[in-house]
């Protein structure tokens, strides 16, 4: 049996990747923050009882704060989602609460997993398509899996702008986790996803409506009542969040994988795509906003689907993946009375 460890295990993508790890046959180790978050996923889902496990890691950047889970874990594969969150409003100061714990967490694992994680093959990051782009239309760039952002830690500082201290870290913490491995050579592989948005049913634990994650958040809006048009596009692209969870586990022993970062899924977003969906679920009908008439902006991602292929990606409709993510909405609304 396998044994993975994930960080930032109660998060929305983390979720989806235990799912399919334990289905797998996987034995998998979550970090979080707090003991109490790991008896909220059980709490989630009883049926992982005896396949999982949690080790509570309260700051990921702190020196030497994964040696001893290194020494004692035995793991065969990591995977690394945990990240500074783009809406959390307490993250305003781009060094303090976005460079600094991204990329020190992110070499902190690296470095324990290389003294101590002999039985590790592989590595899979959670990256962004934020490390190549921010998505605005003047960027006209035909992207690849080879192209980084045109902005630095100095333009982060100058803008103070959460966004974008959010794609300078996830770029500054991707070129130091490859110094790591040019430099250490570690006996592990080492792969980083680069997907746009993410879509999908939100399984992790949920205490209220208010703020699920915030992908799930902003899909809400258009039929929680609080929108009366569709709103703007703010990025033209999207993965389902299981297609993303496949993406990670086949990435850690994919060949081509090896020691690479990568574009995934890819698919063209615009928000009237995602209402035109959810137009195809019967208990929304009246809930939803008017129709945008917004032009669907194009970015062209040249290898995309060259990646999707070597992963053997088939990825989900539209209708899937806005279907049900609605439906599980309705779940969570029947839950909380809403």
Same mark, same amino acid.
């Given at each position: 049996?396998?044994?993975?460890? @994930?960080?930032?295990?109660?998060?929305?993508?983390?979720?989806?990747?235990?799912?399919?790890?334990?289905?797998?046959?996987? &034995?998998?180790?979550?970090?979080?923050?707090?003991?109490?978050?790991?008896?909220?996923?059980?709490?989630?889902?009883?049926?992982?009882?005896?396949?999982?496990? &949690?080790?509570?890691?309260?700051? =990921?950047?702190?020196?030497?704060?994964?040696?001893? @889970?290194?020494?004692?874990?035995? &793991?065969?594969? $990591?995977?690394?989602?945990?990240?500074?969150?783009?809406?959390?409003?307490?993250?305003?100061? !781009?060094?303090?609460?976005?460079?600094?714990?991204?990329?020190?967490?992110?070499?902190?694992?690296?470095?324990?997993?290389?003294? =101590?994680?002999?039985?590790?093959?592989?590595?899979?990051?959670?990256?962004?398509?934020?490390?190549?782009?921010?998505?605005?239309? %003047?960027?006209?760039?035909?992207? #690849?899996?080879?192209?980084?952002?045109?902005?630095?830690?100095?333009?982060?500082?100058?803008?103070?702008?959460?966004?974008?201290? =959010?794609? $300078?870290?996830?770029?500054?913490?991707?070129?130091?986790?490859?110094?790591?491995?040019?430099?250490?050579?570690?006996?592990?592989? $080492? %792969?980083?996803?680069?997907?746009?948005?993410?879509?999908?049913?939100?399984?992790?634990? *949920?205490?209220?409506?208010?703020?699920?994650?915030? %992908?799930?958040?902003? !899909?809400?809006?258009? !039929?929680?009542?609080?929108?009366? *048009?569709?709103?703007?596009?703010?990025?033209?692209?999207?993965?389902?969040?299981?297609?993303?969870?496949?993406?990670?586990?086949?990435?850690?022993?994919?060949?081509?994988?090896?020691?690479?970062? !990568?574009?995934?899924?890819?698919?063209?977003?615009?928000?009237?795509?995602?209402?035109?969906?959810?137009? #195809?679920?019967?208990?929304?009908?009246?809930?939803?906003?008017?129709?945008?008439?917004?032009?669907?902006?194009?970015? $062209?991602?040249?290898?995309?689907?060259?990646?999707?292929?070597?992963?053997?990606?088939?990825?989900? %409709?539209?209708?899937?993946?806005?279907?049900?993510?609605?439906?599980? @909405?309705?779940?969570?609304?029947?839950?909380?009375?809403?």
């Amino acid at each position: 049996m396998p044994k993975t460890l @994930i960080t930032g295990a109660n998060s929305f993508v983390a979720a989806q990747i235990i799912d399919q790890l334990i289905a797998l046959g996987h &034995f998998v180790v979550g970090s979080v923050r707090s003991s109490p978050k790991g008896d909220e996923i059980l709490a989630t889902h009883p049926e992982y009882a005896g396949k999982i496990s &949690f080790v509570t890691v309260s700051d =990921y950047a702190k020196k030497g704060v994964w040696e001893n @889970i290194m020494k004692e874990g035995e &793991f065969d594969y $990591v995977i690394h989602v945990a990240a500074p969150l783009l809406d959390d409003p307490r993250l305003s100061d !781009f060094e303090r609460d976005f460079l600094a714990p991204s990329v020190d967490g992110a070499l902190e694992l690296l470095k324990s997993a290389k003294e =101590y994680g002999k039985s590790i093959k592989a590595i899979a990051v959670t990256g962004s398509v934020n490390s190549i782009t921010t998505g605005d239309p %003047s960027d006209t760039r035909v992207l #690849t899996s080879s192209e980084w952002l045109p902005l630095s830690i100095s333009d982060a500082i100058a803008a103070n702008h959460p966004y974008i201290s =959010y794609c $300078v870290s996830k770029a500054e913490t991707e070129k130091a986790i490859w110094k790591f491995v040019e430099e250490e050579k570690p006996d592990f592989n $080492v %792969s980083v996803l680069l997907p746009a948005l993410i879509f999908g049913p939100a399984i992790q634990p *949920v205490k209220d409506l208010k703020k699920i994650n915030y %992908s799930t958040d902003r !899909f809400y809006d258009l !039929f929680s009542g609080i929108l009366e *048009v569709v709103p703007p596009t703010s990025f033209p692209s999207y993965i389902d969040v299981r297609d993303l969870a496949t993406a990670h586990i086949r990435a850690l022993t994919v060949p081509e994988a090896a020691n690479k970062r !990568f574009l995934v899924g890819g698919k063209k977003y615009y928000s009237q795509l995602a209402a035109d969906a959810l137009k #195809t679920v019967p208990e929304l009908k009246g809930r939803l906003p008017k129709d945008s008439v917004e032009v669907p902006r194009e970015v $062209v991602f040249a290898d995309v689907e060259e990646w999707n292929e070597k992963l053997g990606l088939k990825l989900r %409709s539209a209708e899937e993946t806005f279907g049900d993510a609605a439906r599980k @909405i309705l779940e969570l609304e029947k839950k909380f009375g809403a």
